[in-house]
């Protein structure tokens, strides 16, 4: 869906989507979406700001990713509310360096005539969901020795550590 900022000039653009998995893409092959994904709000262009856009809404969704210990299947489940500001990129920062102060880090820029909705709805998602993914806090995860799951089996390998003491040794 796209938010269009002509369209904003004349009104609030109130929006209620569903995405069915697959219709936004998350370009990481191990995260994708386990059902339907519900967003409402309203997109605004704040008067007096250069075509500054607010959003606010809310999204529900069921992340699933492969944990990063064990492989398998964990379930994310994402109920949040966002209020996002945009400016048009023309009055962004001149150069790619550029110090940015606490105040900047909650404003987005935009390119064109506005944003696409799918865009907005794709990073929030990523940064709702945890850096390291994992099915649970005590994830055992694979076995180094054998492969197998440490939360499934309990395999007994032992993981040896050699004594680096006489590490020199072996190099004569």
Known sequence: MFLNRREMEL??????????????????????????MSVAGVAELLPNTGGEIRIRGSLRVVMEAECDRCLDVAQYPLDLAFD???E?????????????????SSVDFYEGE???LENVL????????????TCRENCQGICPICGQNRNRVACGCKLVTPDDRWAALRNL
């Open 122 to 133: 794709r990073e929030q998602v990523l940064l709702a969901l945890p850096m390291q993914r």
């Open 11 to 36: 009104r609030k653009v109130r929006f209620e989507e569903t995405f069915r998995p697959g219709e936004i893409e998350f370009f990481d092959k191990k995260l994708w979406q386990a059902g339907p």
């Open 84 to 86: 996002l500001f945009y």
């Open 114 to 116: 506005g944003l696409e």
């Open 88 to 104: 048009p990129l023309e009055a962004g920062p001149e150069s790619p360096e550029v110090a940015l102060e606490a105040a900047d």
